[in-house]
């Protein structure tokens, strides 16, 4: 049953029960929530915008009292818009991890996750990237449309579609347009600033797999060969713990302190012929696999082709390398995805590329057949964020915070390293390239947010570079407040 509003704006009546009950509760019953609320349940669909349901007013949960409104926008991408009633009159659009494919509003903590800023007033988005799947899937990517969206034009499409409901909400645009996300969320906010200059005033991304096609194509390849065997890990869970303890006991201090964090993993020298494990030593292929994943992709000419491990992020190498006999490690499985991604642009058997690519003989053979696939795939163009000439972004006004892991051991830090440097030349130094973007290099940190350290990682990139736009208060250093609560840390910038 439905009923008709004087502005011929159709609610559903449970909305109308929503609202009635609304009126009535003196906790929420103010006159300004009461009009926010009677906006919500009578928001229209922007165009090309299908709303699942009637847009409703919560409250509990723990949130704040909010507008909360989901769709489908392009008919493809699934989203959920949360409004607060105490709005800052900001905006922002989260990312989404891996391949997407999930709509995972409720996400807790602050990696591709909207409830955080929604507590701090503004209106958060949250979607599925534009089709629904494993996060380490691809089956979906062979429509051309499904894989641009994913790639970098959803970002166009939800932003304007936030700005439509929350005009409709509020009666005004948001003041502030942000982007925050972590891992494809990082890769998207470096899109962001490289495909649409001036789309956001601030952009947090964080551990990005902007050169998508390095890490999941290059290192993805080596990185299986040396931790699997016939589908089963080399080096067990457990054991990845032990190495890192050993590892931590000889590179800790080189910094001058332990603090339980290997601040200068570059500094760590470790020979693994010669690690001693007490009484239980690493085995032959334990120490092969090993010696592989920290001394570099290589190819057959036994050349280094692209970066691996930085000690350190052994720690965190049980949950995306390491898996399990009966649960392949995450960082395989979407390595494998990304091959697929890339066969089927190129109309390559899947069979190809089931655990080896193309009869691949050794680590090396392989990563040279993925990189082959690379070189005549259209798919890079679409998906690497690689681009180094910001002078764009620079002239919109927006800023660009940039953070990641040092012991990052899906995606490997050095690639942003190095990108950084050549967008600093390309702006003509990196005081130039200050003004506009800058660089945190986490040391003891993994890959957003997957494991509590003890050598800390509660830090707010959102707060940072919101304080940058809206006070002008860019900051030199980030700070990261320890596990014990009481320390913070100052992460300086790049």
């Not at 998906?383 to 910001?390: S, Y």
């Amino acid at each position: 049953m439905r009923y008709k509003t004087n502005s011929s704006i159709r609610i559903s009546l449970a909305g109308v029960f929503c609202l009635a009950e609304l009126m009535t509760n003196p906790v929420v019953a103010s006159e300004s929530t009461a009009r926010l609320a009677a906006s919500c349940v009578a928001t229209a669909a922007p165009q090309g915008v299908t709303f699942e349901g009637t847009p409703t007013w919560r409250t509990g949960d723990g949130l704040p009292p909010h507008c909360e409104v989901r769709g489908f926008a392009a008919s493809k991408i699934r989203f959920v818009i949360r409004l607060p009633a105490e709005w800052k009159e900001r905006l922002l659009l989260a990312g989404c991890g891996g391949f997407c494919g999930e709509l995972l509003a409720d996400k807790s903590g602050r990696s591709n996750s909207i409830n955080a800023s929604l507590r701090r007033g503004y209106a958060a988005i949250s979607h599925d990237g534009g089709h629904q799947g494993a996060s380490w899937d691809t089956d979906w990517a062979s429509d051309s449309e499904a894989l641009e969206i994913w790639a970098h034009k959803l970002l166009p499409i939800m932003t304007n579609v936030g700005i439509a409901i929350a005009e409709s909400v509020y009666g005004t645009a948001p003041r502030y347009k942000y982007f925050s996300g972590c891992s494809n969320g990082g890769r998207l906010g470096m899109m962001a600033a490289q495909r649409y200059p001036g789309l956001f005033d601030g952009i947090a991304a964080g551990a990005s797999i902007f050169d998508l096609s390095g890490t999941a194509g290059l290192w993805g390849a080596w990185m299986t060969r040396q931790t699997l065997v016939d589908g089963k890990p080399v080096i067990a869970p457990e054991r990845w713990a032990l190495v890192h303890r050993k590892i931590l006991q000889r590179c800790d201090a080189l910094d001058g302190q332990r603090d339980e964090r290997i601040d200068a993993p570059r500094d760590c020298k470790i020979d693994f012929a010669n690690f001693t494990m007490g009484d239980d030593p690493l085995t032959v292929a334990e120490v092969e696999a090993l010696r592989a994943l920290y001394g570099g992709v290589r190819d057959t000419r036994g050349k280094v082709i692209y970066p691996t491990l930085e000690f350190g992020a052994e720690f965190f190498a049980d949950i995306w390398l390491g898996g399990a006999p009966d649960r392949p490690a995450w960082g395989v499985l979407a390595s494998q995805g990304y091959r697929q991604m890339l066969a089927a642009s190129l109309g390559m058997a899947d069979a190809a590329l089931a655990g080896k690519t193309a009869g691949a003989t050794s680590a090396s053979a392989e990563v040279e057949a993925v990189q082959a696939m690379i070189a005549r795939s259209p798919v890079p163009a679409i998906t690497d964020a690689v681009d180094t000439d910001l002078q764009a972004h620079a002239r919109s006004g927006s800023k660009l915070l940039l953070y990641h892991g040092l012991a990052d051991p899906l995606i490997i830090p050095q690639p942003l390293e190095a990108y950084y440097a050549d967008a600093a030349e390309q702006a003509g130094g990196l005081a130039a390239l200050r003004e506009h973007t800058r660089l945190f290099m986490i040391p003891g940190w993994g890959h957003c947010w997957e494991r509590p350290v003890s050598a800390g990682d509660d830090f707010d990139p959102l707060a940072a570079v919101e304080g940058w736009v809206e006070r002008g208060e860019a900051p030199n250093s980030l700070p990261l407040r320890l596990r014990d609560g009481q320390r913070i840390l100052q992460v300086p910038m790049r």
